[in-house]
C-alpha cells in the first residue's frame, strides 16, 4: 500500500449544464496530468442540487460518464462526484468512480435530503460501495449521508478513505465541519469532503469548507471559504496503518447489520 495523492475540486456550478461544466472541469484536469491519483468532484457537480430529475436524468453511459472516461484516461487520474442518472424508469443521485483504465462503479445515494424533497425525485441506493485503487479501499458517500454514523461505519477496517461529495449550504456550514472531523476519529480513516462554492437560482449560498481529515481528526488541509480552489493532498499509508495498530479502537466496535 503506496500513498495516495488525492486533489479536491471545490468549484462553483453553473445551474443545470451539463456541457458547460464538463468543459469547465476538464481545464481543470489537464493541468492535473501527472501530479494525482484521484480528483474528487462535489455533488451533482455538472448540474447543481437539482430536482429537475426527469429533464437532466442521463443514462449510466450518457454524456457525463462519457466524457468523464475519456478524460480519466487521457489525463491518467481516477475520478469521483455525483450527477442525475436514470435507471429502469427511477432517478438516482449516483456516485461514481472512473479508474484511468475505465473501470467504473457506482453508488446511489442513500440518504434522501427530505428537506429539499430530494426523496419526492430520486431513489434511495440500497447497497454501500467500496472501490479498491492502487491497494486503498475507497468508500463513496454523499452530502446528507454524512449525518448518519450507521451507514457509515466503518465495519471490520472495510476502508482506509472515505469520500463525502456535496451540496451543503451556509446554514449549516458548522455542522458540515464537526462531521467530517467526526466521521474520521470514529472510523479511523481518512476522510476527503468537498463542498461547492457560488449560489443556486434560489439564493441559497455554498461556501465550501472542502477539507481532509486524518483519522485522528486533524484537518491535513482545507480550502478558502467561498473561492474555487483545487488543492492535492498526499495520504500516509505509513500513518494510517502505524495508528491502527497503535491505537486499535476499531477491534473494540460493535458488530452489527444493516436491514434496508
Known amino acids: 500500500?503506496?500513498?495516495?495523492?488525492?486533489?479536491?475540486?471545490?468549484?462553483?456550478?453553473?445551474?443545470?449544464?451539463?456541457?458547460?461544466?464538463?468543459?469547465?472541469?476538464?481545464?481543470?484536469?489537464?493541468?492535473?496530468?501527472g501530479t494525482t491519483d484521484l480528483v474528487v468532484f462535489p455533488e451533482m457537480f455538472?448540474?447543481?442540487?437539482?430536482?429537475?430529475?426527469?429533464n437532466l436524468a442521463e443514462p449510466e453511459n450518457g454524456e457525463t460518464i462519457s466524457r468523464l472516461k475519456y478524460y480519466a484516461e487521457i489525463y491518467e487520474l481516477a475520478l469521483t462526484g455525483s450527477f442525475i442518472c436514470s435507471r429502469n424508469g427511477k432517478f438516482?443521485?449516483?456516485?461514481?468512480?472512473?479508474?484511468p483504465d475505465n473501470e467504473i462503479s457506482f453508488y446511489d445515494k442513500r440518504h434522501l435530503f427530505r428537506m429539499g424533497k430530494e426523496n419526492q425525485s430520486f431513489s434511495a441506493g440500497q447497497q454501500q460501495t467500496i472501490i479498491s485503487y492502487k491497494d486503498w479501499n475507497i468508500c463513496l458517500s454523499i452530502c446528507y449521508d454524512?449525518?448518519?454514523?450507521?451507514?457509515?461505519?466503518?465495519?471490520?477496517?472495510?476502508?482506509?478513505?472515505?469520500?463525502?461529495?456535496?451540496?451543503?449550504?451556509?446554514?449549516?456550514i458548522s455542522v458540515w465541519d464537526i462531521l467530517l472531523r467526526a466521521r474520521?476519529?470514529?472510523?479511523?480513516?481518512?476522510?476527503?469532503?468537498?463542498?461547492?462554492?457560488?449560489?443556486?437560482?434560489?439564493?441559497?449560498?455554498?461556501?465550501g469548507h472542502s477539507a481532509v481529515i486524518d483519522?485522528?481528526?486533524?484537518?491535513?488541509?482545507?480550502?478558502?471559504?467561498?473561492?474555487?480552489?483545487?488543492?492535492?493532498?498526499?495520504?500516509?499509508?505509513e500513518k494510517l496503518t502505524t495508528f491502527r495498530q497503535k491505537f486499535p479502537v476499531l477491534q473494540d466496535a460493535d458488530s452489527f447489520s444493516i436491514h434496508i
Open 146 to 172: 454524512l449525518r448518519f454514523p450507521i451507514w457509515l461505519r466503518n465495519n471490520n477496517t472495510r476502508y482506509d478513505l472515505l469520500i463525502v461529495s456535496a451540496c451543503w449550504p451556509q446554514p449549516r
Open 184 to 207: 474520521a476519529i470514529e472510523n479511523q480513516a481518512y476522510i476527503c469532503g468537498v463542498n461547492r462554492i457560488g449560489y443556486d437560482p434560489s439564493g441559497r449560498y455554498y461556501p
Open 92 to 99: 438516482y443521485n449516483r456516485g461514481f468512480f472512473i479508474k
Open 46 to 54: 455538472t448540474t447543481g442540487f437539482s430536482m429537475d430529475s426527469p
Open 1 to 33: 500500500m503506496n500513498d495516495l495523492r488525492i486533489t479536491s475540486i471545490q468549484t462553483d456550478i453553473i445551474w443545470e449544464n451539463k456541457e458547460a461544466n464538463l468543459n469547465k472541469q476538464q481545464i481543470t484536469l489537464q493541468k492535473l496530468k
Open 215 to 237: 483519522p485522528k481528526g486533524e484537518i491535513i488541509q482545507s480550502t478558502p471559504e467561498g473561492k474555487e480552489t483545487c488543492i492535492t493532498t498526499t495520504l500516509s499509508a
